[in-house]
């Protein structure tokens, strides 16, 4: 399936709007998609989501296909620039990584909301092998081998996730976020980043 890896600044700074990521989910997730079926999917009006659309189109990340005679008013469908868009490469460009933090908070806010929602979904499963409801975090210290291993289970669930399912059942919500923590030291400060084989900062200047 072809992939399109967002890089671009200002891409990442459309998609900061909890909104904009929703349509992108959705049309990710059922493909074209008219302005009314998309609202409806997602408990908006119509015409709150044209601005939305139009700023998607003037990005790049969202195209209009050509009208399509059929019953009635003839409707624009709009779908996704590529079947999946993927933005995990993108904070290796140091102009990213504000607009990415941002990106992260709506997508938590959305996943949140997501999680409250589906208490109330007829399929909802929280046991055994159809289990679609689950929370974790967890804050901890791994080796490298560890971290490696989990890493392979990562893109292994991000690679069956995103492949298309010939036996597609009801939506599901995904989040998954990975972070790094910076340690304090006793005093409360963060301790400072050093490079291999170099020892932080002491504050205290040595003379020559």
Sequence with gaps: MKIYWIQRRDQIEALCSPIRQDIA?????????????????????????????????RVGLVQALPRAVARGRPATQYRLVAPLIRWARAP???????????????????AARDYALGFDAVHWAIEGSSRNHWIFRLVTRLSRQRLSRINTLLNEVA??????????????????LLSPIAERAKSGRVTPKTRAGTQPRSGVRREK
């Design 92 to 110: 290796r460009l140091e102009g990213n990584r504000k607009p990415m933090a941002r990106v992260a908070k709506g997508l938590a806010a959305r």
């Design 159 to 176: 690679r069956l996730a995103y492949t298309p399912d010939p036996r597609s059942g009801p939506l599901v919500s995904i989040a998954c």
């Design 25 to 57: 989910d959705r049309l990710g997730a059922v493909g074209p998609c008219t302005v009314a079926l998309l609202a409806a999917a997602l408990g908006y009006r119509p015409t709150a989501l044209y601005q939305h659309l139009t700023a998607l189109r």
